[in-house]
């Protein structure tokens, strides 16, 4: 329960939890189909390149496949977060105060964490 002992009633977070599952999913298979870009990976690739560009171009290629996985996951990770306060009730509550998020930001982003004052103070602390 919320502080404020509100809660979202199911049949409103049922199609948000169907689209964070949705997100999970497309994010997942993003990723696989970035494993299979990266030059590292390619067995042809020759361990020894005699030029020098060609071992930069993998190199680079390399980190960003390996960058974009990362952000991939930290959005995972965001989704998963917010199904489990789905989960357990807390959906929609801020992290910080406490109180009920706008529902136009969440409908905006439902994995927003705290209401629009909170996130206003933590952005100034930065």
Do not use: W
Not at 31 to 46: G, N, Q
Not at 74 to 86: A, C, M, Q, V
């Amino acid at each position: 329960m919320t502080k404020n002992n509100l809660k979202f009633p199911k049949k409103v977070l049922q199609p948000i939890k169907n689209y964070l599952e949705n997100q999970i999913r497309k994010l997942s298979k993003r990723k696989k189909e970035l494993s299979k870009e990266d030059p590292f990976i390619d067995p042809t690739r020759v361990m020894d390149n005699a030029a020098a560009d060609t071992e930069a171009a993998e190199e680079s290629g390399h980190e960003r496949i390996t960058a974009l996985k990362k952000e991939i996951d930290k959005n995972i990770i965001r989704l998963r977060k917010t199904l489990s306060r789905i989960k357990v009730g807390s959906y929609g509550t801020c992290l910080g105060c406490q109180k009920m998020i706008d529902t136009d930001r969440l409908a905006a982003d439902p994995t927003v964490e705290y209401c629009i004052d909170c996130q206003k103070k933590f952005k100034k602390k930065d």
